[in-house]
Every structure is written in C-alpha cells, then in structure tokens.
C-alpha cells in the first residue's frame, strides 16, 4: 500500500503534513506485519473479507492519498514547476514497477499489476492537471467516488453487467468500474481513489488561502519521528516489507 512523499520537495515544508503521513506509515507498516504473519501461518485472520482489516486498509490508502493531494495542493501554491514534479513521478512510477516485478516473484497468480504506487502514479498527473479548478475539485471528487457504486447500481438494475468484457479486464480495471474485485495482492483503482486525492488538493487550497496556519502548527517532540518517517515515506514503502519478510524466513528458518 504508500507510500513516502508523493509530492516534490516544496519550498516551505509543514510539519503536520508530513507528520500525518508519518502516521500512515507506521499504520500501514503494522498492517503488513500483521499480513505477513498470516501468509506464514502466524496469524488465522481474513485479510481479504473481514471488516477489521478491509476497514483499516481503506483508510490508510484514503490517508495516503488525501497527503498526497494536499502535498500537490501546497506544490502548485508554491509555484513548484512542472520539471520537478516529474522528476518525482519517475521516482512514484519506477517503485511501482519494482513493486509489480516483486510482488510477482512471490504472489505470481496475484501480483500487484496496478496497486496504490500505480494509481498515485496516474492521479498524481490529474491532480496537478486539475489544480486550476479551485473549489470545484470537492464535486469533482465527490463525482469520483461516486462513479463506481454508479456503475454497481446499474448492474443491480438491469440484473447484468453492460460490458463486463470491457471493463473487467486488466487493460481497463485499472479504472475501477469492475463487476467484481480482480484477483491481486492490491488494488487501487483511479476510481473512487481519485476523488479522494481531489479532496485533498481542494482542502490543501482553502488552507493555504484562508487558514495557513494551521499548516504551520509545530509538531510536538515525542511525535517528531513521524515527520522524519514522513519525508522519507517512499523509501519507507519500499523496504519495509523485503525486510519484515526477511526477518519472518529468518525465524522461520531458527525454528
């Protein structure tokens, strides 16, 4: 799930933004352990259909996500260029491909083809793309979301899905209007996830114009490792589970 900084270093740096990002690292870090104790048999627990874990991931994906459109918010504000926010999304799509090259060595009938990397790699170049619409980002997010339980209420009405071929197969589930879950180890649709990355480009706007300091709030220091975390999120994602992994095999193998 991500993920390190999803925006270009910025001119100004708000320490609560990283802080909150910090904090969805250390919960996504906990979350896979957990995972990864149920892949070894440490764990009986139904990461795939049971409320406790389903509830968990959405919410660490949505807190990645809205930092990450509220990150693009406070980039576009500052006047942050287009050549470096590109060089940052090399950095978001190159992990992504490792993280697909990975997933497949050791899930290859579930490999992660379009995950949360994947999807911050497309909605990172809409959101910036649809900075310029201000205050019509909260519709347009909430017309984001809304589409895929739009296109699940036609299927329940008409009793069939309209194009299943179409829509179910890789070459476009990567948009999210599926009539059923594919089979990977993480999936992050561009919809609902986009409105969520909206949302959070629309908040960082009405921040910076009209509460800015409220972004400029120190974090406490016994909390001030979650802003490190947070700066570093991307590297984070990266070696956190190669090492969790690594160190269960270790045990496994002592035993």
């Known amino acids: 799930m991500r993920v390190p900084r999803f925006s270009e270093p910025s001119a100004t740096r708000f320490e609560i933004v990283d802080a909150l990002r910090g904090a969805a690292v250390v919960w996504m870090t906990v979350y896979h352990f957990c995972f990864d104790l149920r892949h070894f048999g440490y764990l009986q627990s139904e990461f795939y259909r049971d409320p406790f874990w389903t509830l968990q991931r959405t919410v660490i994906v949505s807190l990645f996500l809205w930092t990450a459109g509220l990150s693009q918010a406070i980039a576009w504000h500052q006047g942050q260029g287009w050549a470096r926010f590109w060089r940052r999304w090399t950095q978001v799509a190159g992990c992504a491909l490792l993280v697909s090259a990975g997933s497949y060595l050791m899930f290859p009938r579930s490999f ?144």
């Open 112 to 255: 992660i083809w379009f995950g949360v990397l994947h999807g911050l790699a497309v909605m990172l170049v809409i959101a910036r793309l649809s900075a310029p619409a201000g205050r019509w980002l909260w519709p347009l997010g909430a017309l984001a979301i809304a589409t895929p339980f739009i296109a699940q209420a036609v299927h329940s009405t008409l009793g069939y899905w309209p194009f299943p071929w179409i829509f179910d197969e890789k070459w476009l589930a990567w948009l999210g209007w599926v009539s059923r879950k594919p089979i990977t180890e993480d999936y992050v649709p561009v919809f609902p996830w986009l409105g969520v990355m909206l949302w959070g480009v629309a908040a960082g706007q009405w921040l910076m114009r009209a509460r800015p300091q409220w972004l400029q709030v120190r974090v406490p220091a016994p909390a001030r490792p979650l802003v490190t975390l947070g700066r570093w999120s991307l590297t984070w994602y990266m070696l956190h589970q190669p090492v969790l992994i690594g160190a269960l095999m270790a045990w496994q193998a002592l035993r």
